[in-house]
């Protein structure tokens, strides 16, 4: 415990420095803070801060009802590619091998 104190004692000029950057980014850290204070204020940033909220919504809308949807969704996924391929044959008969 001497030894530590000892030494602590001699380092005066490193805890003093520390101290002073410490103060620095305090201040700092207020005057961001004052800044970003005033930024939100404006209606760009107000706009942009309700456009946020409404995509969280929508992302927290998807998550809920994700698994139900999709499970109800999943059954007709290939319903596209084959109604497609019909339209297409039906149009284009000599076609129809190159898409094959």
Known sequence: ???????????????????????????EN?????????????MESRLQLLKNSVAALGIAIYESTDEGLG?????????????DTGFFQRRHPRAGACRR
Not at 3 to 13: E, I
Not at 34 to 40: G, L, P, V
Not at 72 to 83: S, T
């Open 30 to 42: 207020i005057a961001l803070s004052k800044e970003a204070e005033q930024r939100y204020k404006t």
């Open 71 to 83: 499970s109800a969704v999943d059954p007709c996924h290939g319903l596209g590619g084959r109604a």
């Open 1 to 27: 415990m001497r030894d530590a104190l000892l030494r602590a004692s001699g380092a005066s000029d490193v805890f003093a420095e520390a101290l002073d950057i410490a103060n620095t980014a305090w201040d």
